[in-house]
Structure formats: C-alpha cells, structure tokens
C-alpha cells in the first residue's frame, strides 16, 4: 500500500521556522521523485522543492531557494522540508507527494505526481 503521511506543520511568526515531514511506505520512498507542494486559498497548487531520493537530486521554487531546503532519510523513509525565514506569503496547506513510474517531464509540477497525503497547514503571522 503507497501512503504518504505529513507532520510538522503549525503557526510561527515571520522570521521563523518550521520542519515538514513526510513518511513513505518502502515501495513509495526509493528511487523515487518526492516533493512538496503548497496550496493558498484562492490559488493554485504550487512545487516549492522536489527531491530524487535515488541521488539526493534537488529542485526548488525560485520564491524558497536559499530559505527552504528539502533533505531525505533513508533510515526513516522520510523526505522533510526545512523552512526558514519564513514568511506571512509562505501560508498554505503543504502537501507530500510521490511520482510513482517514470521521470516528470516538470519536476515542480503537481500533475506529475499521483500519489498524495493529506496535508499540513503552515501559518506564517506578520
């Protein structure tokens, strides 16, 4: 059974930060593109960073590079997202997900992943 479960998320003032993490069952976690997305109410889901748990490969969303760094644990099967200097524009529901099959033609692109969990709000206050 694939199934992502997400932790971590919570309220912080700007400036802060805040650890993501994401737990894959075995056959979902290597050598697989993993990332973590966002979505805002009222706006589309967006990629902030994917990694490929096969070779530690990394991309990020231009609006969290340098701030956000997304890390794998083999050991734990687990794909987390570090989150500095974060920001009031950084809140919205964080979302794990796994490319099952294949190589994403857009690695920061939602529809290229097909497995998903279930969320974790983060809520950045001014």
């Known amino acids: 059974q694939v199934q992502l479960v997400e932790s971590g998320g919570g309220s912080v003032q700007a400036g802060g930060s805040l650890r993501l993490a994401c737990a894959a069952s075995?056959?979902?976690?290597?050598?697989?593109?993993m990332g973590w997305f966002r979505q805002a109410p009222g706006k589309e889901r967006e990629g902030v960073a994917v990694?490929?748990?096969?070779?530690?490969?990394?991309s990020y969303a231009d609006s969290v590079k340098g701030r956000f760094t997304i890390s794998q644990d083999n050991a734990k099967n687990t794909v987390d997202l570090q989150m500095n200097s974060l920001q009031p524009e950084d809140t919205a529901m964080y979302y794990c997900?796994?490319?099952?099959?294949?190589?994403?033609?857009?690695?920061?692109?939602?529809?290229?992943?097909?497995?998903w969990g279930q969320g974790t709000q983060v809520t950045v206050s001014s």
């Open positions: 990694i490929y748990t096969g070779g530690r490969w990394t």
């Open positions: 075995r056959y979902a976690y290597f050598n697989k593109y």
């Open positions: 997900a796994v490319r099952l099959g294949g190589t994403p033609s857009e690695v920061l692109a939602s529809s290229s992943y097909n497995v």
